[in-house]
T-cell receptor, first 116, second 117 residues
Framework: AQKITQTQPGMFVQEKEAVTLDCTYD???????LFWYKQPSSGEMIFLIY??????QNATEGRYSLNFQKARKSANLVISASQLGDSAMYFC?????????????FGTGTRLTVIP | ETGVTQTPRHLVMGMTNKKSLKCEQH?????MYWYKQSAKKPLELMFV???????ENNSVPSRFSPECPNSSHLFLHLHTLQPEDSALYLC????????????????FGPGTRLTVL
């Protein structure tokens, strides 16, 4: 079974609007971490935001926030006030904590296009 | 020089060639990783090194041979590759690479776009 599922292959958003990118995960490990990365056309994966499974509050980093719903096993990324430079692929990833290893499991990504 | 760098950025090679990809991190991290990114597929972890020791080999064919001489440098030696090995190869590093809990965020380089003819 897929550990990370991103069901939106592509999304469009008007500049200055907010957009939500979906991510659901599957794990039986009570300790895990969730990450979002941005990959522009240049190829580099840029770390955006992290949410730990025991964190009480949703993570926020500037215009990025993570809508963490533990019971639903979802970790959606919300980008507020979209900018043209936000156009990129976005990947959700998970690290399971109990094994002690730092293997990241990635989803297939969502391509976001910001429209002027 | 900051972050994680990779060279070359683009590489075209024949199936009989031998080439190497290089990764260098300037973040003082202790763990380094190789990932393969093929079209329409999730990133695939290939190898993990912790304090220069290989801790993960994700069933990677032997035509890919990693080398980690120190915590700052990671190589991927390539020989007798197949056309299906064409992909973006990403290197990443993280502070510790193992241990329970914690963020231990991985930071990526820009990748090497490999084409095997």
């Amino acid at each position: 079974a897929q550990k990370i599922t991103q069901t939106q292959p592509g999304m469009f958003v008007q500049e200055k609007e907010a957009v939500t990118l979906d991510c659901t995960y599957d794990t039986s490990d009570p300790s895990y971490g969730l990450f979002w990365y941005k990959q522009p056309s240049s190829g580099e994966m840029i770390f955006l935001i992290y949410q730990g499974s025991y964190d009480q509050q949703n993570a926020t980093e500037g215009r990025y926030s993570l809508n963490f719903q533990k019971a639903r096993k979802s970790a959606n990324l919300v980008i507020s006030a979209s900018q043209l430079g936000d156009s990129a692929m976005y990947f959700c990833a998970m690290r399971e904590g109990q094994t002690g290893a730092n293997n990241l499991f990635f989803g297939t990504g969502t391509r976001l296009t910001v429209i002027p | 020089e900051t972050g994680v760098t990779q060279t070359p950025r683009h590489l075209v090679m024949g199936m009989t060639n031998k080439k190497s990809l290089k990764c260098e991190q300037h973040l003082g991290h202790n763990a380094m990783y190789w990932y393969k990114q093929s079209a329409k597929k999730p990133l695939e972890l290939m190898f993990v090194y912790n304090f220069k020791e290989q801790t993960e080999n994700n069933s990677v064919p032997s035509r890919f041979s990693p080398e980690c001489p120190n915590s700052s440098h990671l190589f991927l030696h390539l020989h007798t590759l197949q056309p299906e090995d064409s992909a973006l190869y990403l290197c990443a590093s993280s502070p510790r690479g193992s241990g329970r809990g914690g963020t231990d965020t991985q930071y990526f380089g820009p990748g090497t776009r490999l084409t095997v003819l």
